[in-house]
């Protein structure tokens, strides 16, 4: 069965990067983008950008830019989202989430993983 | 790229009906036939309801149906349930790869 597996939880402090994983499984993995997405407590969706896993091509949402980094490793159908210079309002649950080639719907999630930033 | 403007809550009582709308622009909502809609429960991943703006996944009730007119779209639950109880979030293609999320709507089943 599909799966989106993701790393567990993390705690940072302000100015450190924090670097979360999403093992896939149950899939062709270079079929299906792979988009990030946040949401801080109590708040809504966000889109962080997404990584295409056939050629490692991304598109980041124009907030994020410069502080973050999506790459993926296909020896083992895993996706990795680096975030920098994390400040306060970066505490966040991060989700990974899956869109076929040709489509424009992300049909599967990973669990999340939540994102502390505290001094 | 700005989130898509939704009501922050609506409710109804079980067996009523209730729309909520999710409105962008001609660059987003409006430009492409790629709105999709989430149900999240607490503490759950969200999880997909409707597709390309009116399109149901299998295991998704007929009970949720889906509609755009222009810059909003819209989503239509029927014979509310307990269960439907949850946040509700719309999504837009926006072109070039990108999403946009509208800021989500509490649904209350009273």
């Known amino acids: 069965q599909v799966q989106l597996v993701q790393s567990g939880a993390e705690v940072k402090k302000p100015g450190a990067s924090v670097n979360v994983s999403c093992k896939a499984s149950?899939?062709?993995?270079?079929?299906?983008?792979v988009h990030w997405v946040r949401q801080a407590p109590g708040q809504g969706l966000e889109w962080m950008g997404v990584?295409?896993?056939?050629?490692?091509?991304?598109t980041y949402a124009q907030r994020f830019q410069g502080r973050v980094t999506m790459t993926r490793d296909t020896s083992t159908s895993t996706v990795y989202m680096e975030l920098g210079s994390l400040r306060s309002e970066d505490t966040a649950l991060y989700y990974c989430?899956?869109?076929?080639?040709?489509?424009?719907?992300?049909?599967?999630w990973g669990q999340g993983t939540l994102v502390t930033v505290s001094s | 790229q700005s989130a898509l403007t939704q009501p922050r809550s609506v409710s109804g009582s079980p067996g009523q009906s209730v729309t909520i709308s999710c409105t962008g622009t001609?660059?987003?909502?409006?430009?492409?036939?790629?709105v999709s809609w989430y149900q999240q429960h607490p503490g759950k991943a969200p999880k997909l309801m409707i597709y390309?703006?009116?399109k149901r996944p299998s295991g998704v009730p007929d009970r949720f149906s889906a509609s755009r007119s222009g810059n909003t779209a819209s989503l239509t639950i029927s014979g509310l349930q307990a269960e439907d109880e949850a946040d509700y979030y719309c999504c837009s293609y926006a072109g070039s790869y990108i999403r946009v999320f509208g800021g989500g709507t509490k649904l209350t089943v009273l």
């Open positions: 989430a899956r869109v076929a080639i040709g489509t424009y719907y992300f049909d599967y």
């Open positions: 990584i295409n896993p056939s050629g490692g091509s991304t």
């Open positions: 001609s660059s987003d909502v409006g430009g492409y036939n790629y």
């Open positions: 149950g899939y062709t993995f270079t079929s299906y983008y």
């Open positions: 390309d703006v009116s």
